[in-house]
């Protein structure tokens, strides 16, 4: 009994890891004590996880603990070696079998290299105690993962039984059936799910199933086509990208020449206005010189006669108050009879110059170039904006188109009397008039109703008809509502675009000419409608279960906002907007 003791006494100070007595003790912060260098190594080993655990308990520590000798510990184990009762005996003489074979996969373990144990990413063995080696092998009987060592073990145990045994894989338990714990090894066609085989003869009675092996291969054989659908769409995708690039760089270049050559005309156009604003001002600057030269000779000229007559008015009042008669007689007659006598003709100045007209006639000029500079500006607006447009990637199936679907409604406000709306103002019927009041865009004439929305950028909507036929289009907001010109009908005026939907042909309009577009009749009665307003195309689908046929495709400059619209010509012929996504 004491040798048990001695025995027990010297487990518990020996180390986790290498099953020798501890050496420099250092206890963790979960309480278990490992030799200093052991702990050390297997957290080495995990510093580029940044996670430490106790290779027993498997608790978790971040960051590192700092690690510190356990001098009492340390002391006791001292003590142990001293007395050398830790030799007394091989340990497989105080345990049984199953203990000893433990200590020696331990002592195993301890010498297993680095790369065996269970790293990121790897499956670990259920078995292993302490740190986790890497599997090798899962059971599908056992639901457990071993690794080499314990997979001998578990061969040895269970050499009698068909156990299977796969390469090691992680979440066993979804490989085995939850109703019956047996593995999955059927695949049933029918619920298209893997079965075991109680499930075949349960609740998967009478249906179509195969072994697992067999609905793996028909399944990757479809895989196999959808890969090689995705790969074709990959490279198109590709293709796609890089035509794109090519175009943003020959866009980028051609956009950087345009600005290199128009800032180069408009520098000369400055230029040109520069040299004209300079000859104008000279020419009222040489008129100024010319002007002002002449009224100083006459200014210079006028205070000479001005000075000559106050020396003769002088004289004359000198003359007016001598005494002698004589003299006042012979005098006067040598003195000038007029003021006007001896001076130049008499200067008159002309009413104040403002330079007025010069103002007018510039002030016109400046109108003018505004006026063409407005209308050039618009001439050259279309071709940066329409014909230097970049390629867009255009929606193919419907989920595509359905990324830019547009919630619309109808607009009371503008439909005719005789269209009632219903669903949320989302359907439009003809029939008995409407107590609809004055409104001045409401259709007068025609059968006709918009939407409250405009589209902008991207849109698509969709539109289902029944019925004889009805007129599905788009519009600005200027076309027509009162009277029955052409100027209020959709795509009969160079406001609007429509197609006329019948049962046995589609038309499209716009500016009153008509496009015909042979179908199949009695084919499906949902239009799909795509407007991208910077690339100028505007597109009609014709909507069924196998997805969009394209109909029709306008492009034009569209310079203002668009209304969907609908006509009717028909009061059994209902349209109704459609809900998407």
């Known amino acids: 009994m ?78 142990l070696k001293k007395t050398g009762l830790q030799a007394a005996a091989p340990a497989d003489q105080y345990a049984g079998p199953e203990v000893v074979e433990k200590l020696k996969k331990t002592e195993l373990q301890a010498a297993t290299p680095a790369d065996q144990y269970a790293g990121p990413g790897d499956v670990e063995c259920d078995v292993c105690t302490g740190r986790k080696h890497k599997a090798v092998k899962s059971c599908l009987v056992c639901l457990a993962s071993y690794c080499e060592t314990d997979l001998q073990l578990h061969n040895k145990l269970h050499h009698a039984k068909q156990h299977k045994l796969i390469d090691a894989i992680g979440h066993l338990k979804d490989k085995v059936c939850s109703h019956h714990d047996k593995p999955l090894e059927v695949y049933c066609r029918t619920d298209q799910r893997c079965i075991c085989l109680l499930c075949v003869m349960d609740e998967h009675r009478g249906h179509d199933t195969v072994s697992a092996a067999t609905g793996r291969a028909e399944i990757q054989k479809q895989m196999g086509e959808t890969q090689r659908k995705f790969q074709q769409r990959i490279q198109m995708r590709e293709k796609e990208l890089q035509e794109l690039r090519e175009a943003v760089a020959s866009f980028t270049s051609s956009a ?45 000229r006028l205070k000479q006669e001005i000075d000559e007559l106050k020396r003769r008015h002088s004289e004359l009042e000198q003359l007016s108050h001598t005494e002698d008669h004589i003299h006042f007689l012979q005098r006067r007659q040598a003195l000038p009879v007029t003021p006007e006598a001896g001076f130049g003709p008499r200067i ?107 589209l902008t950028g991207r849109c698509y909507w969709e539109a289902e008809w029944s019925g004889n036929g009805a007129w599905i289009g788009v519009t600005y907001k200027g076309i027509r509502r009162k009277g029955g010109s052409a100027d209020c009908v959709l795509g009969f005026n160079d406001k609007s675009w429509s197609l006329f939907c019948d049962p046995e042909s589609y038309s499209v309009w716009h500016n009153n000419k008509e496009t015909d577009i042979p179908i199949e009749p009695s084919g499906p009665r949902r239009v799909g409608v795509y407007l991208d307003r910077a690339a100028g195309t505007l597109s009609f689908y014709r909507v069924s279960s196998d997805g969009l046929t394209l109909l029709y495709s306008f492009t034009s400059s569209f310079t203002e906002p668009l209304y969907p619209g609908f006509g009717l010509n028909y009061t059994n012929s209902p349209v109704s907007l459609c809900m998407l996504g």
């Open 348 to 454: 008159s100045v002309s009413p104040r110059s403002d330079f007025g007209n010069l103002r007018k006639a510039v002030s016109e000029l400046k109108d003018q170039l505004e006026n063409v500079c407005r209308m050039k500006m618009a001439e050259i607006h279309h071709p940066v904006t329409k014909d230097t447009v970049l390629p867009v990637l255009v929606p193919r199936t419907r989920a595509e188109f359905l990324h830019y679907s547009c919630q619309l409604t109808l607009d009371p406000n503008t439909a005719h009397r005789v269209l009632s709306l219903s669903e949320g103002n989302r359907k439009v019927t003809g029939g008995a008039e409407q107590p609809y009041p004055d409104h001045p865009e409401r259709f007068d004439c025609y059968h006709q109703v918009l939407c409250r929305e405009s």
């Open 2 to 79: 004491a040798e048990a003791r001695v025995a027990v006494d010297v487990n518990e100070f020996s180390c986790a890891v290498c099953l020798d007595l501890l050496k420099d003790p250092v206890t963790i912060p979960c309480g278990h004590s490992y030799c200093m260098s052991c702990i050390k190594s297997c957290w080495d080993q995990e510093d580029h996880v940044g996670v430490y655990s106790c290779p027993q308990c498997r608790q978790t520590f971040i960051p590192r603990p700092v690690l510190n000798r356990n001098t009492m510990l340390a002391e006791v184990v001292e003590k």
């Open 256 to 300: 950087q020449s345009a600005v290199e050559e128009s800032e180069r005309i408009f520098t000369e156009m400055i230029s040109s206005i520069e040299r004209r604003r300079s000859e104008v001002t000279q020419l009222i600057r040489d008129q100024e010189k010319a002007v002002v030269s002449q009224a100083e000779g006459d200014m210079e």
